[in-house]
Structures are given as C-alpha cells and as structure tokens.
C-alpha cells in the first residue's frame, strides 16, 4: 500500500502542477486571442466556449476509457502528455513570430490576416489540451483513493474522507494560485514567460508522475458491461417490441442478471421501457445458462429502471444550462476591469483576470458557512440532514446567478456611460474613473451560485439514480457544464450577428465603450429568469413523479453521496 506521503509527493504535485497550468492559461487567453490573432471580443469568446464544451465534453468520454478500456492510471498518464503537448505547442506561438499575427496599432485601418496554418497550429493546442483535460480531471481523484484505500482497515472510511478534503484543499489553492501568480506572470512579463511557466510546470507534473509509477496501485479496467452501453441497449429492445401485446406491469416473466439479484418489479413510470425486460419466448430469448442471448433485444430490469431514471433526470438537468452560460461571461467581465482603476492599495493593482479569486473565495466561504453553522441549524426546522433540499439549493443558485448577471448589466451601463463622459468612446483601452471593485458583488455572488447549485444538483441526481448509476450522477454536471458552453458559444455569435446587422455596432463589439454589453447583460438576466420559471414548473413534475410509484424514492432516502465522485469545481 502506498503511503500518503508517497501519493502527495507523486499523484498529488502532478494534480496540482495540472491545475495550476491549465486554468493559468485560460484566463488571460481572450486577450491573446485579440492582440494575436485578431478576434473580436465575441469570436474569441465563442471559440473560448467551444474550448469548454470540448474539454468538459471529453470528461465523459475519458471517465468511461478509463474505467472500462484503459484504467486509471494510463488515462491520467496519456491525459498529462497530451496536455503537455498543447502547452507546449501554445507556448511556441508566442515564441515563433510566424505562428502568430503582428498585432494591430491605434493608426492601422486594415491589421494583418491570420492564415490557415497560424490557426490550425492555435486549434491543435486547445485539441490536445481539451483532450488531457477529459482523461486527468475525471480520473485523478479516484486513481489517487485507488491508492489509499484499504477496506480491511477499520480507519478506511476516515483515511478517504482526510484524502478528498485535502484533495479539494489542494485543488482550491492551484486554482488561486493560477488566478493570481500565473495571471501575474502573463500580465508583467509578458507571454513568452506567461506560457511558458504553465508549460514547466506542466512538464514537472508528467516527470513527477512518472516517477512515481513504481510505487502506484494500478486497478485494472473493469471486465462489465459498459453501463452506458447497457442504457443504449434497454431504449432499442424497449424500441425493437413497440408492438408486443404483452402486459406492461404486473408481469412475472421479466429478465434479471444475474439471477441471484434481488429486484423489485419495474415501476409503472415509463411503462412503455418496461417491453425492454419482457421475456417473450425463453427459448429464443435466453441462453442455457439463464442469460439473453441477445442483449439488444432482452434487457435486465435494472438496465430499465437505470434508463426511466436518466429520462427522469433530463427537465431538471436541462434547468441547470443557463447558471453556467451566465458564468461562461467572464470574458467581456475581464474586458470591463481591464478599463477600470484595480488598485487596492495604492502601490497594489489586482490584475484583470485574478477577479475571478473573489468568487471562489466566496464560494469557499459559503461552503465552510453553509456546512458548519447554517445545516445544523436549518435541520431542526426543515427535517433535512443537509439542512435545506437539493431542489431548494439549486433554486438558490439560479436566483443568486441571475442578481449576478443583473448586477453586471447596471454595472456596465454605469462604466460605459462615463467612458463616453470622459471621452474614450474611441478608445476601449483607456482607464475610466472608475474603481473595479464594483465588480466584486457580481463575482460574490456567482461564486454562491455555483456553490448551492452545484452541491445540490449532484446531490439530487444521486439521490435520483440507482447505485449502479453514481458516477452518471457525477458527470451529469461535467455534460451540463460542456452543454452550456455551447449553448453560450451560439448566443454569443447570435447575439453578435443580430446587433450588428445594417452596419450598426455590435452590442459586443470589442470596442466595449462603443457596444452594448449591458444589453446583452440585460438579456442573460432575463433568460435566467425565464429559467428559473421554468425550473419552478420542472420541479412541480418531480412532485408528481415521487408519489411512491417509483421505488427510486425510497431508496434515494437511506442513500448517502459518495463524494468523491462530485466533479471538481
């Protein structure tokens, strides 16, 4: 068994080393979209929210390689090779003139175009970048339990849970040290060093993880069926005997594998997915050793039940889109600071991208808050252990994003109006009046929201979905997350496209001072209210649905999260 020492000196510097380069590059990123290549503010920031949606996507791909195809260890070790190769290729772009575009001056009408290769070589590392991030972040904190955990010793359970808060210690402070340091770096010494360190660091965090190869627990790929697989396999054999004539509940003749597996009869929700675990003909449909012979045509009834939950959880997933299209904003947030006084002290100014230290320290501070003084206290009047539901938090955190985007709206026009007052509607990168931290509420208050929201959103599907289905509740956020990065890309060049039609300026033109952000602003205010009303009316339907006919209710009420599998905020 590995020792803890030898896990934080291997497994641990590798996580955190990864962290703190990957988010470092991602702050500063729209403005070296802008200098180099010549975006405007919404292309970069719609190919900003395609880099998201990859890498958030691909989290679900590598979770399922590695569970399934190449185990944990390989998937974290391709994934930090891969991500390297993206740094370093994003590195060369700012050391090698060709790869990049001159950028523009004040006095040129027409800049230099970006060619195919400048683009394809910039592509190729978000790709590998996106493609390292969906193998290490799924599969780093469970590959760091595989090597603590230890079932005959009677302190496992206390071991794990010391492992996941440092764990979640360690993770928090690469993030701020990426905010802050690496930011720092970027914005004082330039890019070359500002890529460049990541780079390092990234490089320290493969040899550090390679080092240690010897002495890592290495569980092999699981030998069972794919469950995602099996969900596919239940919605065409539901599909394939659409037309059977047999009775959908109160049926004896249904399918369970293995036969020893205790089951309930299916629910009567969804009756219609209960045709997939239907035995029509036992010659034909089962094998002599009691098993289907083909699994595309005869499921078990945990394969249907595992699928009606997943539909169950779809109207409240899709609830969660517009909280991370209002947080996937950043951006034009880091446009509007960049023009406005930072200073905290007078010798101390905060960098443009760091503002995003202010909402993970609130949501930090809300955590610790909610967790040690408001649960116990809410408990005794709301009878929750978590003191207020998981549907209650989430409609917390859509509330809270929604104030934010609000307050950003008021902020703007408050900005933008004064740059015009004093003159600099001409010129975005003069300094207004202005002093940044009135950002700071908006930031606050996103960094609440994420923490209600997210918390309770995992906690609810887990709750939803059987056992065999907690590492689904898990990456329900990561999908969410990659689906609202797309839908935030596309609003983002619709919006821009619609603004600008006739020759008018674009609400996001990059030249904020002349745009409109706070109309756009305004806008995701009023899609997350209509959100949150549609939320409401989601949540009446989970009403309907727990009204003892399911039997997921009852089990989801002993049911305790397993939290190494919440995705890493």
């Given at each position: 068994m590995v020792s803890c020492v030898d896990w934080l000196s291997s497994t641990g510097v590798n996580e955190s080393f990864e962290r703190v380069a990957s988010f470092g590059l991602q702050l500063n990123m729209i403005i070296y979209l802008m200098t180099y290549y010549n975006m405007s503010a919404a292309t970069g920031t719609s190919i900003l929210g395609l880099w998201g949606a990859l890498s958030n996507g691909l989290a679900l791909f590598g979770a399922i390689t590695a569970d399934f195809y190449l185990g944990r260890y390989r998937a974290v070790a391709y994934g930090s090779i891969s991500t390297l190769i993206g740094m370093i290729i994003l590195w060369l772009t700012a050391m090698i003139p060709q790869l990049k575009s001159s950028p523009c001056s004040q006095n040129q009408h027409v800049c230099n175009g970006v060619t195919a290769l400048q683009l394809a070589v910039l592509f190729s590392s978000f790709g590998f970048m996106s493609i390292g991030a969906g193998f290490v972040r799924p599969c780093s904190i469970i590959?760091?339990?595989?090597?603590?955990?230890n079932k005959k010793n009677p302190n496992n359970q206390r071991i794990l849970e010391s492992y996941f808060n440092w764990y979640n210690a360690s993770s928090g402070i690469s993030t701020i040290l990426a905010v802050t340091v690496i930011v720092y770096i970027q914005d004082n010494y330039g890019w070359k060093v500002g890529?460049?360190?990541?780079?390092?660091?990234?490089?320290l965090s493969v040899l550090m993880f390679q080092i240690g190869s010897p002495l890592y627990i290495k569980v092999k790929p699981k030998t069972t069926e794919n469950l995602v697989i099996g969900l596919f396999q239940a919605a065409v054999a539901a599909f394939r005997k659409r037309n059977t004539r047999r009775p959908l509940s109160d049926c004896d003749e249904f399918y369970r594998w293995?036969?020893?597996?205790?089951?309930?009869?299916?629910s009567k929700d969804f009756r219609c997915l209960n045709?997939?675990?239907i035995i029509e003909d036992p010659q034909r449909d089962l094998n002599p050793d009691g098993s289907a012979s083909n699994q595309w045509n005869l499921c078990s009834v945990e394969q249907v039940?595992?699928?009606?939950?997943?539909?169950?959880?779809?109207?409240?997933?899709?609830?969660?889109f517009m909280i991370f299209v209002d947080m996937n904003v950043f951006s034009f947030s880091l446009l509007q600071t960049k023009t406005m006084d930072r200073h905290i002290f007078p010798h101390f100014e905060v960098p443009a991208a760091s503002f995003s230290v202010f909402m993970i320290a609130a949501l930090t501070i809300w955590i610790a808050f909610y967790d040690r003084i408001l649960v116990p206290l809410l408990s005794k009047y709301t009878g929750q252990p978590r003191g207020l539901s998981p549907i209650t938090r989430m409609g917390i955190g859509l509330i809270s994003s929604g104030m934010s985007i609000a307050l950003s709206a008021i902020t703007e026009s408050i900005r933008r109006q004064r740059a015009i007052e004093e003159g600099h509607e001409d010129d975005p990168n003069a300094l207004v009046n202005m002093s940044a931290m009135w950002f700071v509420p908006q930031y606050a208050?996103?960094?609440?929201?994420?923490?209600?929201?997210a918390v309770g959103q995992v906690e609810f599907f887990y709750a939803l979905f059987p056992e065999s289905m907690s590492s689904i509740a898990s990456s329900m956020?990561?999908?969410?997350?990659?689906?609202?990065s797309l839908i935030g890309s596309i609003l983002v060049s619709g919006v821009d496209?619609?603004?600008?039609?006739?020759?008018?300026?674009?609400?996001?033109?990059?030249?904020?001072n002349r745009g409109h952000i706070d109309y756009f602003f305004w806008l995701l205010s009023f899609l997350s209210f209509i959100n949150f009303l549609y939320f409401l009316v989601v949540c009446r339907f989970y009403e309907s649905l727990n009204d003892g006919s399911s039997r997921l209710s009852h089990v989801a009420e002993d049911k305790e999260c397993d939290y190494r599998l919440l995705h890493e905020s």
């Open positions: 590959f760091g339990a595989d090597q603590l955990e890529f460049g360190v990541p780079a390092i660091l990234m490089f293995p036969l020893e597996s205790d089951v309930l009869p299916p045709r997939a675990c039940e595992s699928l009606k939950a997943l539909i169950k959880a779809l109207p409240m997933w899709s609830t969660c208050l996103l960094g609440v929201a994420e923490a209600t929201h956020y990561t999908v969410g997350t990659a689906v609202s496209w619609l603004s600008s039609t006739g020759g008018k300026t674009s609400w996001l033109s990059s030249n904020i």
